[in-house]
């Protein structure tokens, strides 16, 4: 088994996995509604892999979702390698800060 890609990786796999189950899917009756290889939802649902956005939006589609509920809560603290924690806000501040 691969080791999980990153925290956000596993909390969007639990996501996806618990709304396939809870509308009775499979993981093929999941790949064939959205055009996905079961397998690589698979390698999803366990946090192996990242998926690009356009993989999240095929799943959601196929689960009747609008895809903010699959990424909902997610932070850029959940991706390893973060060296700071500044935003477009705290750029701004700062830049008005210094006139």
């Given at each position: 088994?691969?080791?999980?890609?990153?925290?956000?990786a596993?909390?969007?796999?639990?996501?996806?996995?618990?709304?396939r189950?809870?509308?009775?899917?499979?993981?093929?009756?999941l790949?064939?509604?959205?055009?996905?290889?079961?397998?690589?939802?698979?390698?999803?649902?366990?946090?192996?892999?990242?998926?690009?956005?356009?993989?999240?939006?095929?799943?959601?589609?196929?689960?009747?979702?609008?895809?903010?509920?699959?990424?909902?809560?997610?932070?850029?603290?959940?991706?390893?390698?973060?060296?700071?924690?500044?935003?477009?806000?705290?750029?701004?501040?700062?830049?008005?800060?210094?006139?």
């Amino acid at each position: 088994m691969a080791a999980q890609h990153s925290e956000a990786a596993k909390f969007l796999g639990q996501r996806i996995r618990e709304q396939r189950r809870a509308r009775g899917c499979t993981l093929e009756d999941l790949g064939e509604l959205a055009e996905l290889a079961w397998t690589n939802i698979a390698k999803i649902e366990r946090g192996e892999v990242s998926p690009s956005i356009e993989t999240v939006v095929r799943i959601s589609t196929a689960l009747n979702l609008d895809p903010s509920v699959l990424v909902k809560d997610m932070h850029a603290d959940m991706y390893p390698g973060r060296t700071h924690k500044f935003t477009a806000k705290d750029l701004t501040r700062a830049r008005q800060g210094l006139r």
